[in-house]
């Protein structure tokens, strides 16, 4: 049988740095409301690199730390909902930014549930057996999908991306998942919305910004998301208390505590970085991860259970239980 591991992880974010005081200059806002409100002290936000150069510079990371080549991948799945463009797909771009010849490579839209959703897909393609090595990464640059005059997004959303080399191995790596949409409830959170433009349809074309109904996401996650956790855990060969850390999507500090008490772990098993990165959406998981790499407290050496867990637009929500 074909297993699939995480061997390497990586991320970049753009270099500029806006803090909340530097929003408060341009909005009706302030530091002491987004702080406490959601734990966001800074955001990086792109000048000019795109989500594609975000993700190469990632693709590259992982390439040099495990000392591969990109001809030695097979395949590049890419999580965004901020795409360079619809066609060719941002994965594409990065293929050909890496030359990785023999990937086949194509974008994932789940939102922030995207790195979750993307690597529980790459990781059947490893179980096939079919496939030895691919990247999987989450790519945003949300700064261009929110409305800049709208203090209730704006203030919430940064710029980055973070991802993982999966390798074929002969163990059992990926342990339980759970993966949830629920349509019916999308309104609650959207972006880039088009709607039918040609000489003979009867509508305009029309592309939205991000509009979020923050109350109601903040029910699911705490409710929805918490519950599928807790099942998840329960599916599993191993008990919360097994679990080294639970790396969940950074979108507010509110709901790590909460959820925390809930699943009944202790606070210091969720790490959180929002203060510095603010919400990047499919690339907040891949860029905890690869910074709790880079501090030491995941060792990559098979030893941790961690628990990965995104949730937001779609709605989507899925959970991931890893030896790492
Ligand atoms: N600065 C100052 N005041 C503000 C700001 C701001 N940036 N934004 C909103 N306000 C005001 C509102 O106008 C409102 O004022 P009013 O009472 O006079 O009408 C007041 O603050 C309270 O607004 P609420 O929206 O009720 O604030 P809430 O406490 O719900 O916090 C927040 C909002 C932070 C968005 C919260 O609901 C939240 O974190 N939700 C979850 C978001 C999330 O998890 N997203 C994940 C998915 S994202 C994805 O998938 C891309």
Known sequence: ?????????????????????????????????????????Q????????????????????????????DELDFIILATITPDSMMPSTAARVQANIGAHRAFAFDLTAACSGFVFALSTAEKFLASGRFQKGLVIGSETLSKAVDWSDRSTAVLFGDGAGGVLLEACERQHFLAESLYSDGSRSECLTYGETALASPFSEQETLTSFLKMDGRAIFDFAIRDVTKSIKQTIEASPLEASDLDYLLLHQANIRILDKMARKIGVDRDKLPANMMEYGNTSAASIPILLSECVEKGIIHLDGSQKILLSGFGGGLTWGTLIVTI
Do not use: C
């Not at 990586?10 to 806002?29: G, R």
């Not at 792109?46 to 080549?69: F, I, M, P, R």
């Open 1 to 41: 049988m074909a297993f699939a591991k995480i061997s390497q992880v990586a991320h970049y974010v753009p270099e500029q740095v806006v803090t909340n005081q530097d929003l408060a200059q341009i909005m009706d806002t302030s530091d002491e409301w987004i702080s406490s409100r959601t734990g966001i002290k």
């Open 43 to 70: 955001r990086h936000i792109s000048k000019n690199e795109s989500t594609s150069d975000l993700a190469t510079e990632v693709a590259k990371s992982l390439l040099e730390k495990a000392g591969l080549t990109a």
